[in-house]
């Protein structure tokens, strides 16, 4: 059973800037962040493979940058320019080669942290 535990959320207002983390107690093939405002869907965030491939949501792209160190076992999420739009709970969430890295399908079988809020206020 691999453990994720995310840290780095917080408050801050429209315009701000913070930096998600996420240790797991092992390596896992692909990992990703994915979000979820009260009264919304999860939403996939962005994704990563082993080569540092990502993917990012339409919804992100240009102003969040996930990343990965494999010898830590640690996930990254810099969020720039946020918006009150951007509230919500953020997970880790990590998934096993079988399940592939192009998409977000393989986060049904993964593996997934407690969440981090983050909060934005205009």
């Known amino acids: 059973q691999v453990q994720l535990v995310e840290s780095g959320g917080g408050s801050v207002q429209a315009g701000g800037s913070l930096r998600l983390s996420c240790v797991a107690s092992e390596y896992v093939y692909c990992m990703a962040w994915f979000r979820q405002a009260p009264g919304k869907e999860r939403e996939g965030v962005a994704l990563?493979?082993?080569?540092?491939?990502?993917t990012v949501a339409d919804s992100v792209k240009g102003r969040f940058t996930i990343s990965r160190d494999n010898t830590k076992n640690t996930l990254y999420l810099q969020m720039n320019s946020l918006g009150p739009d951007d509230t919500a709970t953020y997970y880790c969430?990590?998934?096993?080669?079988?399940?592939?890295?192009?998409?977000?399908?393989?986060?049904?079988?993964?593996?997934w942290g407690q969440g981090t809020q983050v909060t934005v206020s205009s």
């Open positions: 990563i493979n082993p080569y540092s491939t990502t």
């Open positions: 969430v990590a998934w096993l080669s079988r399940y592939g890295c192009d998409s977000y399908r393989g986060a049904d079988f993964g593996y």
